[in-house]
Nanobody
């Protein structure tokens, strides 16, 4: 059984920080690209950050320099460190695991999401 469990969301003031965690089970973690997506009310889901098995990363332009994605292979966990948070970062953040290679929906998994609210 594959399971992705996010945690770490909450309410934070602008300029504050949060660290999201996603614990993966039931997959060969090392061969999966791990991605954080987010979806704000009335908005389309967008890619926030992605980290590949080899450690290369991709970031949404608006979060570059503020967010850092990392993974701990020993813990099967991916993190998203979010600093200098802005109100526009408010969204539900989802963890995604995608097997490396040609896209195959059988190996595309999602967590349930964790709410991040940035407000004064």
């Amino acid at each position: 059984q594959v399971q992705l469990v996010e945690s770490g969301g909450g309410l934070v003031q602008p300029g504050g920080s949060l660290r999201l965690s996603c614990v993966a089970s039931g997959i060969s973690f090392s061969i999966y690209a791990m991605t954080w997506y987010r979806q704000a009310p009335g908005k389309q889901r967008e890619l926030v950050a992605r980290i590949l098995s080899g450690g290369s990363t991709i970031y949404l332009d608006s979060v570059k320099g503020r967010f850092t994605i990392s993974r701990d292979f020993a813990k099967n966990t991916v993190y998203l460190q979010m600093n200098s948070l802005k109100s526009e970062d408010t969204a539900v953040y989802y963890c995604n695991a995608l097997k490396s290679g040609v896209y195959d929906s059988r190996y595309d998994y999602w967590g349930q999401g964790t709410q991040v609210t940035v407000s004064s």
